[in-house]
C-alpha cells in the first residue's frame, strides 16, 4: 500500500491492532503517536522530565538512549528496549510495542504539516502569557495553545464537537436550542466544556500542571460559524433561524466574561469573539481571509472553506464578496454508505492500476496511517469517482455503466467498506454542483469569469489532500491552470492564531468585515441554472 | 422515422444529455417533424415514461430527476416558441417555498416537469409569505397553489401551507383553489400533507409533476 512521500515507517503495535506511521525525519515518536488514536501517557512537554510515555522498541534504525532516559529508566528496563516515545528519534524503520497506552480521548494533536509557521510574539507581555486559539467547527474543534510572549505554540488539538449529539447539522442544533431553554444552556455548556477539555487535555500532557497554568492565561480567541458562536454565547440564535437575517449582521453578543472564567478555571483570560458578518458567514472565514492573506494580492482571489457549512469569498481588488452555500456535509461523509471525516483508516486518495494483459481493472488506494480502508474521506470521494469515470465505470450522467446493486461498486473485491453506491455519486454530483454554482455565481456577479482567478484558496475538509485534477475532471473545481489552486489545512485556526498574537491582526477582522459585502446564493439570479447544469460528471463549462 | 426519434431522445434523456436531446430534436425537425409533434409524441411520452420509472425505482438518483426535468422544461419551451398557434395549456400553478425556507431547488424539478406538461408556471420565489401566495392564484388565475418546504419548521409552521389554507378558508377561496404541498418531511410522515391543510402531495418532484396535471384535469371535470 502507497502512502505519503516519507520513507521512514514507524510499526506500532497496540493491544487491539497494529498499524504503520509514516515519521518525518527528526519527528520524536511521541509527536507522531499523538496525532493518532494510539497516544503515549505524558505529563510534561515531551522534555524526558516525566517519564511517563514508556514504549518498547522492538527492533529498527532509532537515536540511542538520552540523557533523561538514563535518568528515568532503570537499568532492566533499559535492557529490554523500553524507551522514553519523547526521546525517540527514528534514523530509519522501525517497530515498537505500546504496552501501557494512554486511556482513549477524543483529543489528538494535529499534524505538524497542517499549521502555519508562528506569525508572531509579545515580547513585552509580563504576566499571563500563554493564550487559546479557537476554532469552533459544527463537526471538529481546534484548539492551538500558545505562549504567546515567545510567540511559541505549544501544542495543538483537534476532537469533535459534542454538540452533534444534538444533530449533525447547524439547523438542527438551533432549532434544539429555540424550542427548549434547557437545551440552549446545554449546548452552550456542552462546547465551552468541549474547548477547557482540549486545554486541560493539553496541560496535563504538554506542560504537566493544569489549575495553576489556567490561571496564567490571559487571552482566548474563539472563531466559528455563526449558529456555532450563537449557541456558544447562547445569543442571537432566534434571529439566526429568520432567512430574513441571513445576510445582516447578527450580534452573537461579547461573552459573559465571569461565567465563562468560572466554568473554564481561567480567571484571567480575556475572551475575544470576532464578530461574525452575517447569519451565514461566519467569523472563520474573516480568519481564513487573514491566513491566506486573501486580500494582499491581486484582485481575482477566491477562497473557498469547505466543511458542513461551506463559505466562499472573492477578493475583487476593492471589496470581499461573501457568501455560503450548502454542499459541503458529503465532503465530511455525510450522506456517504462509507463516508467518514479525514481519520485513520479513511482512504485519501485512489488510483487505477495500469491495466496489465488480460487483467481485471484493479485500483490502488492511500489510507490514513496505512490501515485497513474503513471509508472514503473527501478526497477519497472525489478521487474514487474520477477514477471510475476515466475507466468508464461510471458514465457523466452519474448512472453506473453496469448496475451495481444496492451494496455499490467495490474498489477492492475484498473489501465491502471500499464500496460505492448509486446515491454516493448522486449525493457527490449535488455537492460539488452546489460548491461550483456557488463558485461562478460569485463569480460572475462581479463582473468577471473563471479565467480572471488569480488564485483560488481551498481549505477546510480537504486538507492536503485533494487532487486538484481529479476534482477538476469531475467538474467540482474550475478549469484554470492547476497551479493557481492552493490547498491549506486549518486555515481557520492559523487565522485565529494571528489574532491571538498580534493586536494588528485582530483588527484586521473588524476590517475584512467593513470590506466585505454578502450574497446569498437562494436570492441569486442564475445559481439554480448553473447547479442543474454542473450536475454532469465532467469539467465546468470555460464560461460562466 | 417517429419511433426512431423517440428512442434516440429517450437515450439522451437517460443519460441527462441535454446537448444530445437537444440534437436529437433539431435533427427530427430538420427531418420534417413540427414542434407541435416533437412535444406531444416525443417529449411529454418521455417525461411519462420517467414518471412511470420512478415508481419502480424510488432510489432513482435525484441529481439525474433535476437534469431530466432540465432538460425536458427547456426543449418544450424552445418547442413552443416555434408552435404554430400558441398552444393550449392545461392550466396554471403558482408555486413557491414557505416563508422561512430559501431552499429552491426542490421545486425546480416540479417546475421543469409542469411545463414540459403544458403547465403555465408561475414562479413567486423562496421564502413567500401566505397572503402572497393567495393572492397571486387570484391575480393570476390559477388553480393550483403549491408549496414547497423542506425543513419541519417551515412545513408544519403557522406561516406556511397551514396559513394559506386558513386564509383560502377565511375568504372563501377553497372552491377555487386547490393547495398541494411538497418537500423532504412530507416523505417522512405521509399522513403530514393533510394535517397542514394540503388537498395532495408527492414524494418527488417528477410525480408532483403528474399528481398536479391530475389534479387540474379533475377539476376541469368537476366544472363540467
Redesign the interface.
Known sequence: MPTGSSSITLTVHAESESIRLQVRAGESVRDVLDATEHRVRAACGGTGACGACVVRLLGGAVNPLTLAEYSKLPPEERAAGVRLACQLRLRGDAEIMLDHPAPPSCWMSIPAQDLAPAPAARPGLTRHIYGVAVDLGTTHIRVAFWDRKQGKRIATRRGPNPQASFGADV?NRL?AALNRAEHASELAMLARSAIVHAVRDILARDVGEVTPMLAEIGEVVVVGNTAMLALLAEHGGDAL????N?QTPIDCAAPLHDAWHAQWFMPNARIVMPAPVAGFIGSDLLADIVATRLTEGPSGAMLIDVGTNTEIALWDGAQLQLTSAPGGPAFEGVGIRHGMVAETGAIFRVSALPLAESAALSFQFATIADEAARGFCGSGLTDAIAVLLRAGIL?????FAVTPGPEGYCLDPENPRTAIT??D??AF??AK?SLAAAMATLLHRAGMTWADLTRLCICGAFGHQLDIENAQAVGFLPPIDPARIELFADASLAGCERALLDPEEAALFDQKRAQSRTL?L??AEGY?DR???Y??LRPLPTAL | MIDKIIKAYNEAV????KEAAFAVVYAAMAEGLSAEDIVFKVVIPAIEEMMANITRDP?A????H??TA?IAAEVTEKMLEKFQQPPEMIGRVVIGTAA??????GK?IVMGCLKALMVDVVDL???VPPERFVDEALAREAQIIAVSAM???TATGENGARRVRQILRERGLEDRFRLVVGGAPYRFDNELYQSVGADGWAADGLSAGKMIVDMIRGMKREAV
Open positions: 439547523l432549532d433561524i429568520d432567512p430574513a441571513w458514465k457523466q450522467s452519474g448512472r448509486s446515491s455519486v448522486d454530483q449535488r454542483a446569498n437562494s436570492l439554480d447547479y442543474i447544469n450536475l454532469r | 437517460f443519460e441527462t444529455d432510489d438518483n435525484l441529481a439525474q433535476f437534469m432540465q422561512g425556507d430559501l431552499h429552491s431547488l425546480r420565489g423562496v421564502n425543513m419541519v419548521h
